[in-house]
């Protein structure tokens, strides 16, 4: 378990602290919160056995390597030196070799001449040889992996290539979508996100894609002139300088990238496109929390299975039911290594409003849901009508922990309490010293 405890909170803000709460260090769930985004680059693997083409297949239909183009071989270092003795070398070749070190190393040393220079490559071996390893190093290897791996494992050694999160951050990108219009998706959106920015003093981003009819000027009280419109126009355009003119700053760490809301002109939203600007703003700040509209489209799909996290608000009736019950089912079939999206049940216990029951709801599910938050029109209504978060408008209303919880769950971390210490504690401790 890494524990890292947030050492930047503002004291008066907070009671408490946040530590990181990754799965244990080597294994498969903490390699996959650690692999990020791959970007746009060419892959070739050298397998010997089947074992290594099925890791290398699966991490290639991974959603962090969408955008890498893959490509799987047999034979080993023998078949790579061949190959590339006739074609141009990839940005990344795998090889994966039981040779004996000597061998190995000679069969390399035969790659390396037939490499363009830009080349990268990993070597998978069978043995745990130090030697080997330094030897490897030094002739420009970028990775050396013990097999068996695992495909999280090998996204984990291609995402540290190719990602340094000290010159290069990648945010996570978490998605919330409601099962059926009008759930308050993007009110728990906004919520969740205020609460992030403010509980890790980090920056967040709120991308509202529901361009003509997006609630989150009027949330935060803003009304900007522009956002995340101009950047969908020509996401080609989009880089650091821009962002920050089309970004409207809500908070000392939350901005938001606004939806114009006006019907007169026609939106035409690629899911390259958007692709294109949530990756700017990946670059940007540690969190980008995307508001998509209820509906279906290529670039809500696409969006949703790009995410991080997604985060499904439902009703307990049962058109909410059958639509999370679609949505959970095509997140599964498509992002096997991801954990299942998290479920807010919302509105619930509307008076004389015949509702499907909690546990036959996450039954039909197969998730349990995060939180179940009661409809409460009065202190909802009012917090929607001041351009408030409900934590604002009244820290102790019934949802105000939801959001907390909420937004450490997506972040991976785990609220610590830290004990309020007297004033006089240090006094204390130095009487307690003298006798
Ligand atoms: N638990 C609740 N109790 C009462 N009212 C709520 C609750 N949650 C949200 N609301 C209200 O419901 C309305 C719709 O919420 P919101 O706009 O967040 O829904 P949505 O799912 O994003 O809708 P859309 O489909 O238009 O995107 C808002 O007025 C909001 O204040
Ligand atoms: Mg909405």
Request: proline content about 6%.
């Amino acid at each position: 378990m890494i524990r890292q405890t947030n050492t930047n909170l503002a004291s008066s803000d907070v009671d408490a602290g946040y530590e990181v709460d990754l799965p244990i260090d080597g294994s498969d769930d903490a390699s996959l919160q650690r692999a990020r985004p791959i970007p746009r680059i060419s892959i070739q693997a050298f397998c010997e056995n089947n074992n290594m083409a099925n890791v290398v297949q699966t991490a290639s239909e991974d959603r962090r390597l969408s955008k890498a183009h893959v490509s799987v071989h047999m034979g080993g270092a023998t078949a790579a030196v061949q190959h590339y003795q006739e074609s141009p070398t990839p940005n990344l070749i795998v090889v994966e070799s039981s040779l004996p070190r000597q061998q190995l190393l000679g069969e390399l040393d035969r790659l390396a001449e037939c490499c363009d220079p830009g080349t990268k490559v990993i070597v998978t071996g069978h043995v745990n040889d130090v030697i080997l390893y330094r030897e490897l190093l030094k002739r420009g290897v970028s990775e050396y992996l013990v097999a068996p791996i695992t495909a999280p494992q090998l996204m984990e050694s291609l995402s540290n290539l190719y990602n340094d999160p000290e010159s290069d951050p990648v945010g996570h990108v978490y998605s919330f979508i409601g099962a059926k219009g009008g759930v308050g998706s993007s009110t728990i959106c906004h919520n969740a996100a205020w609460t992030l920015s403010k509980a890790l003093q980090s920056n967040v981003i709120i991308a509202d894609l529901d361009l003509a009819f997006g609630t989150t000027g009027l949330d935060f009280n803003q009304d900007p002139v522009q956002g995340i419109a101009e950047a969908l126009a020509t996401p080609e355009r989009l880089d650091e300088v821009l962002l920050d003119r089309l970004l409207t700053k809500c908070s000392e760490h939350l901005s938001i990238f606004a939806a114009p809301v006006v019907l007169d002109r026609d939106y035409e939203i690629t899911p390259d496109g958007c692709d294109m600007v949530i990756d700017v703003a990946r670059q940007n700040v540690p969190y980008v929390v995307v508001d998509l509209p209820h509906g279906w489209s290529p670039w809500t799909k696409r969006v949703l299975l790009q995410s991080d996290e997604v985060v499904i608000t439902a009703a307990p009736d049962l058109a909410n039911l059958r639509n999370a019950k679609n949505i959970v089912e095509l997140l599964k079939q498509s992002r096997a290594n991801d954990s299942p999206p998290q479920l807010i049940i919302n509105m619930a216990n509307m008076p004389k409003r015949p509702e499907i029951a909690l546990k036959e709801f996450e039954d039909a599910l197969g998730i349990k849901a995060l939180a179940v938050i009661d409809f409460d029109p009065e202190t909802f209504g009012q917090a929607a009508n001041n351009g408030q978060m409900i934590e604002e408008l009244n820290d102790r209303a019934k949802a105000a922990p939801v959001f907390r919880d909420l937004a450490m769950t997506l972040a991976h971390r785990k609220e610590v309490k830290v004990e309020k210490k007297s004033a006089l504690a240090p006094l204390l401790e130095k009487l307690k010293l003298k006798r």
